[in-house]
């Protein structure tokens, strides 16, 4: 899978758990108020059942923006 594939599936997913359409690869959890506590597992659980990875304790805490995302991804 290249990179902007990649970019596209995360974008897409964190646009379908946070309803928002203002998502790019510069979006983090700061720039959308839904991207709650609720959201985030959300987001974590879809990118685990998708990219068929376990985040483990030493990553959870990065999935607070798009370009975070990728990264725990493409590390894996």
Do not use: C, H, R
């Amino acid at each position: 899978m290249n990179s902007n594939d990649l970019e596209s599936e995360v974008i897409a997913i964190v646009k379908g758990v946070t309803k928002s359409n203002s998502v790019d690869k510069k979006t983090s959890q700061n720039d959308i108020p839904q991207w709650d506590s609720l959201a985030y597992m959300s987001i974590l659980s879809e990118v685990e059942a998708k990219y068929q990875i376990e985040i483990t304790q030493q990553n959870i805490q990065k999935f607070d923006s798009i370009t975070s995302i990728i990264e725990v991804i493409n590390a894996k």
